[in-house]
C-alpha cells in the first residue's frame, strides 16, 4: 500500500479544490456570452420606424451615402452603426452627437435642410485671460502659426470689443477660417450636417485654416451619419 507524503496531499487537496471554482467561471462566461447575444440580437427587434429608416427610405439617400462611405473607408462606420443600434433601442441616456445626427435627419424629413444649410454659422467668439479676443476657433487660444502669427484679432484691454468685432474678417487668419466654411459647404455633401467642421481641427491636421475634410470629420461627423444610416438599412431588412 502506497502512502503520499504530506506535501503531496497537500497538493493533490489544492489542485482539487481548483477545480470547482474553475468549472464555475467558465460556466460564467458562457452564460454572460449566451445573454450578450441575445441582448445583441435584441437591439434590432424594433416595431417603430426611426427617423434613420425614414431618411433611408428616400430615393437614392442611403445607396449614395454608402457608397460616399466605401470610398472613404471610414474605418469607425460599423462601431457607430452599433452605437445608434444601441441608443435607439434604450435611448434613457442623452448623447448630444447622436442628438445632432437625428435633429438633421429630421430637418432633412420635413423639407427644411437647405434652410439649415444656409444659416449662419454661429462663431463662437472668445476673450482670454489677457484680454486677446479670438473671433472663431477658440481651440486656437494660446497658439500660434508661422505664417499668421498668434490667433488673435487684437486685444479689449486696448481696443473696444465691438470695434474688435466689426474688423475681425481683416485679420487674415479669421479671413482663412471663413473661407474654410466656405469651401465646406462648396464641396462637401455633409455641410448641412456638419456647419463646416472645426476651425482648430483643419489647422492642427492640415496646417491651414481653409481645409475642408479632416480625420475629425471623417470620425466624429461623416462615420457617425454612416453608421445611423446603416443600422436604418439594416433595420429594413
Not at 445583441?40 to 454608402?66: C, H, M, N, W
Not at 435611448?91 to 445626427?101: M, N
Not at 475681425?168 to 450636417?193: I, M, Q, S
Request: hydrophobic share 40%; charged share 20%; glycine share 8%.
Amino acid at each position: 500500500m502506497t502512502t503520499l507524503s504530506p506535501s503531496k496531499r497537500a497538493t493533490r487537496s489544492l489542485t482539487a479544490g481548483c477545480v470547482a471554482p474553475l468549472i464555475t467561471a467558465m460556466l460564467g462566461l458562457a452564460a454572460a456570452g449566451i445573454l450578450v447575444s441575445l441582448a445583441i440580437q435584441g437591439f434590432f427587434d424594433r416595431p417603430e420606424t426611426s427617423p434613420g429608416e425614414a431618411l433611408s427610405g428616400k430615393a437614392g439617400v442611403t445607396r449614395y451615402r454608402l457608397e460616399a462611405g466605401r470610398q472613404r473607408r471610414l474605418p469607425f462606420r460599423e462601431g457607430d452603426r452599433l452605437l445608434a443600434a444601441c441608443w435607439h433601442a434604450d435611448p434613457r441616456i442623452q448623447v448630444r452627437e447622436l442628438d445632432h445626427a437625428y435633429t438633421y435627419i429630421r430637418e432633412e424629413l420635413s423639407g427644411t435642410a437647405a434652410q439649415r444649410a444656409d444659416r449662419p454659422v454661429m462663431p463662437l467668439p472668445l476673450v482670454m485671460w489677457d484680454g486677446d479676443f479670438l473671433p472663431v476657433g477658440a481651440e486656437l487660444a494660446g497658439f500660434r502659426s508661422a505664417q499668421h502669427g498668434p490667433f488673435t484679432a487684437g486685444n479689449v484691454l486696448d481696443t473696444p470689443l465691438t470695434v474688435l468685432t466689426a474688423r475681425a474678417t481683416e485679420v487674415p487668419w479669421v479671413a482663412e477660417a471663413l473661407a474654410g466654411v466656405t469651401n465646406c459647404r462648396k464641396h462637401c455633401d455633409y455641410f448641412a450636417y456638419c456647419r463646416g467642421g472645426q476651425v482648430a481641427n483643419k489647422y492642427f491636421e492640415t496646417g491651414r485654416l481653409d481645409s475642408t475634410e479632416t480625420t475629425y470629420c471623417r470620425t466624429s461627423k461623416i462615420s457617425l451619419m454612416e453608421g445611423i444610416l446603416r443600422h436604418a438599412e439594416r433595420s429594413r431588412l
